[in-house]
């Protein structure tokens, strides 16, 4: 009898343990966050119902928290396995779990846009609906994927392009009038094979260095709970309790089309400047103009990486 109180006192001990690490790593977490400033009502817009959870939870968690508007532009149901219609009304569960207002959700659902990596996604018509949906919902701040797409899925990668491609448009038209909302993406963090505790608090320290934003998740309950409400997606389950993206989001400031056509035209000036002083037999391009040389490298890299695609979006844009 003896025995068995002393275990339930270890094991109470250990808990209390447990729980009191835990509220501690979390306080020193949440002193890491590093959010944007000036925003108030914010956009995040996604491909799939999940999206919201598994990778963008901690900004939404962390601004609901703060009483900010949240809002969610989800472009579609997920219906590449027909099960659109159930993951549709498990994103709205999924939703209130974080906090917002179902309200303010949005499932697109076009004809046009479906889930699927072999889909083309029509970016000037993405473009025009999240246009339409800033201005109706006042929207000062755009959260979006990178270039990445956390693995690469073409769906997610369609979702940073178009907010890029409605960015240049809005710019274009308000003429410096700053009425365009600020648009931000998320960094798709390197692939590590394990993940624990230490690892998230690495991720968010690095986030605070080298990020422009930072967001760590306040509630680990409430994470779980949009989990949850994700049940048809749960083959998921362990493998996303293992990632990052559910307690650390770090942000960067989108590029925009016309910033790479900027550096594609420093690149081809720079680069004639070059071969112009190697014609001539000019010792420069080794010493003086050599950091020019680089960055033109770097800059060309840029433009062949981009070059097809921004001339593609530009075309259709006029
Ligand atoms: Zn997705």
Redesign the pocket.
């Known amino acids: 009898m003896r025995t068995l109180s002393r275990l339930c006192l270890i094991a109470v001990a250990i808990v209390v343990g447990l729980s009191v690490t835990a509220v501690i790593s979390q306080s020193a977490l949440q002193s890491l966050e590093r959010p944007i400033s000036g925003s108030s009502s914010i956009l995040v817009v996604?491909?799939?119902?999940?999206?919201e959870t598994?990778?963008f939870s901690p900004t939404i968690l962390s601004l609901r928290q703060k009483h900010l508007e949240v809002h969610l532009l989800c472009f579609t149901t997920?219906n590449f396995r027909g099960i659109g219609d159930r993951r549709a009304v498990e994103l709205k569960a999924a939703v209130a779990a974080l906090g917002v207002d179902d309200q303010h959700l949005v499932i697109v659902n076009d004809t046009r846009i479906q889930?699927g990596k072999q889909e083309e996604w029509p970016l000037p018509i993405m473009a025009e609906r999240i246009a339409a949906e800033v201005s109706k919902r006042h929207i000062d701040t755009v959260v979006t994927f990178d270039h990445k797409?956390?693995y690469g899925?073409p769906?997610?990668k369609a979702c940073q392009e178009a907010v890029r491609v409605y960015a240049d448009g809005c710019a274009r038209n308000a003429e410096g009038s700053g009425t365009c909302p600020s648009t931000w993406q998320l960094f798709t963090e390197p692939h590590r094979k394990f993940m624990g505790a230490v690892t998230i608090i690495q991720t968010a320290a690095r986030c605070q260095k080298l990020h422009q934003a930072c967001y760590i998740t306040p509630s680990v309950v409430g994470t779980m709970r949009a989990m949850t409400a994700h049940a048809s997606q749960w083959r998921w389950w362990t493998h996303i309790l293992s990632k990052t993206y559910v307690s650390v989001n770090a942000l960067d400031r989108l590029p925009g089309f016309e910033q790479d056509r900027g550096a594609a035209q420093a690149s081809a000036s720079e680069l004639s400047m070059r071969d112009a002083f190697a014609q001539d037999g000019d010792v420069a391009p080794h010493h003086a103009s050599s950091r020019a040389f680089h960055s033109a490298r770097r800059a060309r890299a840029l433009h062949t990486r981009h070059s097809l695609q921004v001339s593609r979006l530009l075309r259709q844009l006029e």
Not at 46 to 51: K, S
């Open positions: 996604t491909a799939h119902p999940d999206d598994i990778f997920g889930d797409g956390v899925h769906n997610h």
